[in-house]
């Protein structure tokens, strides 16, 4: 089945830019999601189709996705975005057509 | 505002059955998909599978074989049956709107089942 490789963890300062990716093959190809999950919470919607944010989520939180690589950026850092990011990609071809990444932990130092 | 919340047994024995129900507030579950995911204490997401309002239903492979998702349209919830659970079914269960392609949103605030005797 197609596998996401997230990095474990990304430490940023506050007040800087922050950027999780996430590896696939040709994952340029597909459309790709993001979630934040903070301790103890159910993880949220960030980001959706590559690069679009929900509504309520800043403008801060941005996506692309290109070739083998995604990514997640967060522009000025702030303590607050300290969680586990995830990536989850659609795999229409396979049985198991759900896929998320292992996770990445930001933290904000 | 679509809400969603899993209810169910905390605390299952190993062999046992492991039922939860998700019950969604403020849309109608006559649209959309519904998804069950889980989290091992510690550990990452797992997607379990997914129903549509008609009842077609996409899972996991590897769990495939003790799996039942259903929905009951009058009730507003659909459900997720795990049978023959041993303790590596033990994990945060999270229901969510979405299935088919599309994202995950709404999440349910989850449920810990554990697996013991």
């Not at chain 2, 009951?72 to 033990?90: G, I, Q, W």
Request: hydrophobic share 30%.
């Amino acid at each position: 089945s197609y596998v996401l490789t997230q990095p474990p963890s990304v430490t940023v300062a506050p007040g800087k830019t922050a950027k999780i990716t996430c590896g696939g093959n040709n994952i340029g190809g597909k459309s790709i999601h993001w979630y934040q999950q903070k301790p103890g919470q159910a993880p949220m919607l960030v980001i959706y189709y590559d690069s679009d944010r929900p509504s309520g989520i800043p403008e801060r939180f941005s996506g692309s996705n290109s070739g083998n690589t995604a990514s997640l950026t967060i522009s000025r850092v702030e303590a607050g975005d300290e969680a586990d990011y995830y990536c989850q990609v659609w795999d229409r071809s396979s049985d198991h057509p759900v896929v998320f990444g292992g996770g990445t932990k930001l933290t904000v130092l | 505002q679509v809400q969603l919340q899993e209810s169910g047994p905390r605390l299952v024995k190993p062999s046992e059955t492991l039922s939860l129900t998700c019950t969604v507030s403020g849309d109608s579950i006559s649209s959309y998909f519904w998804t069950w995911i889980r989290q091992p204490p510690g550990k990452g997401l797992e997607w379990i599978g997914y129903i549509s309002y008609t009842g077609n239903t996409k899972y996991n492979p590897s769990l495939k074989s003790r799996l039942t998702i259903s929905v009951d349209k009058s009730k507003n919830h659909f459900s997720l049956n795990v049978t023959s659970v041993t303790a590596a079914d033990t994990a945060v269960y999270y229901c969510a709107r979405g299935g088919d392609t599309s994202w995950f949103d709404p999440w349910g605030q989850g449920v810990l089942v554990t697996v013991s005797s």
